[in-house]
Every structure is written in structure tokens, then in C-alpha cells.
């Protein structure tokens, strides 16, 4: 079951935040985080083992509710080249990461 | 160097015709797979690989066969190819379930 997204779609301006999150009906080992640019490949941001962590990477952290099944992904004073499509990726095992419905966002300046 | 890398990039081809992609990866990772895009951009995983082994074939129709000739190369060849192949697809490596990297991607378009 393909993890769910939330929202679809961000509009920022340069300097503001943006949080989105990403709901799995089952249980999670861990949950990455990916940002894709138009044309590109996804690129790796961070991973969330169980325990509640957050990360960071740069501006940019997350955090993972094993219990919940869920993880937000939060982007604080967004600059243009956060511009992209971020998915997350659950894992229940080592063998595959499934994707989830994607998340666009557009930063303008 | 190139991580994970895919050759050709783009593929144009007609109905019914077979073709191959090539992946291979110099990270020394022991996972290998290949995840198709949509033009909703959804990214589904296909195959993986697993030191030459196939470990997971989703629901892919038959025509689609993985190959994986050693440990750092993974091909896909698809048979009879169909309009509702067309997408991107992505080769990706991964070591013990941790950072997966993606090769750049084949734009495989079907006439």
C-alpha cells in the first residue's frame, strides 16, 4: 500500500515554512525522505529509524511517529532551490522502499 | 564518477518492438532495482536485486525481465512493448536497506 502525502501541492515564497506529511496504513521500519527536480532523478535527504527522531538537513528536518505511522517533513525559510517534488519512502523490510503519492512544491521569489 | 548509471537516456521506439536498458552502479551495493514513473510522476518499484538474486518482482506483466549479470549491473529488457509502457524508469542501488541512489532515468516513450 502505497504510503499517502499531505498536501499535493505548496506554494512558498522565498522565507516561508512548509511542513508535509506522509501516512502509512502499516507499520514502518524506517521512512526516507527524497526531493526530485523537474527532469531529474530523486535525491536522497534523510532517513528516520524508529524511536521518534528528528533529523535535519540544512533547513530542512523531519520527524517519524512509529506509532502513528506517520512523518512530517518540515522546511523552514524556503529558498528558490527547494523547488521540486518530495516523496517519502517507507520501509517495512531492507528489500524495498515504496514511494509515496509525491508532494510538489514551488518556491517563488 | 558516475554513481548509478543508465544507458540509453531516452528510448523511442514503436509498438511490439523489444528493448533493453543498462544499469550498472560503482558504489559497491549489494541491492540493485528498478522502479517505474508514471506520468502522475507515482515511483513504483518493479524488481530488486539482491547480489545477482531476484528478491522482489511486483506485480510486473511478464514481458518486463530483469538480468543481472554480477553485482553491479542490472538490466531490464521488455518485450512486445505496449503504449501504456511509456514512462520514465529508474535504476536505483542501495546497501543493507540505507541510502537508496537513482541513476538518472530512461524516457522510454512507445509509439
Known amino acids: 500500500q502505497q504510503p499517502v502525502q499531505s498536501p499535493q501541492a505548496v506554494i512558498l515564497r522565498e522565507g516561508e515554512d512548509a511542513v508535509i506529511n506522509c501516512s502509512s496504513s502499516?507499520?514502518?521500519?524506517?521512512v526516507h525522505w527524497y526531493r526530485q527536480k523537474h527532469g531529474e532523478a530523486p535525491v536522497f535527504l534523510m532517513i528516520?529509524?524508529?524511536?521518534?527522531e528528528q533529523k535535519g538537513h540544512e533547513k530542512i528536518s523531519a520527524s517519524f511517529n512509529e506509532k502513528k505511522q506517520q512523518s512530517s517533513l518540515y522546511l523552514t525559510a524556503s529558498q528558490l532551490s527547494y523547488s521540486g517534488t518530495y516523496f517519502c519512502g517507507t520501509e517495512k523490510n531492507t528489500d524495498k522502499l515504496i514511494f509515496g503519492t509525491g508532494t510538489r512544491l514551488q518556491v517563488f521569489p | 564518477d558516475t554513481a548509478v548509471s543508465q544507458t540509453p537516456k531516452y528510448l523511442v521506439t514503436q509498438m511490439g518492438n523489444d528493448k533493453s536498458i543498462k544499469c550498472e552502479q560503482n558504489?559497491?551495493?549489494?541491492?540493485m532495482y528498478w522502479y517505474k514513473q508514471d506520468s502522475k510522476k507515482f515511483l513504483k518499484i518493479m524488481f530488486s536485486y539482491n547480489n545477482k538474486e531476484l528478491i522482489i518482482n511486483e506485480t510486473v506483466p511478464n514481458r518486463f525481465s530483469p538480468k543481472s549479470p554480477d553485482k553491479a549491473h542490472l538490466n531490464l529488457h521488455i518485450n512486445s512493448l505496449e503504449l501504456g509502457d511509456s514512462a520514465v524508469y529508474f535504476c536505483?542501488?542501495?546497501?543493507?536497506?540505507?541510502?537508496?541512489?537513482f541513476g538518472p532515468g530512461t524516457r522510454l516513450t512507445v509509439l
Open positions: 502499516k507499520a514502518l521500519y524506517s
Open positions: 536505483a542501488s542501495s546497501q543493507s536497506g540505507q541510502v537508496w541512489v
Open positions: 528516520l529509524l524508529k524511536g521518534g
Open positions: 558504489l559497491g551495493h549489494d541491492t
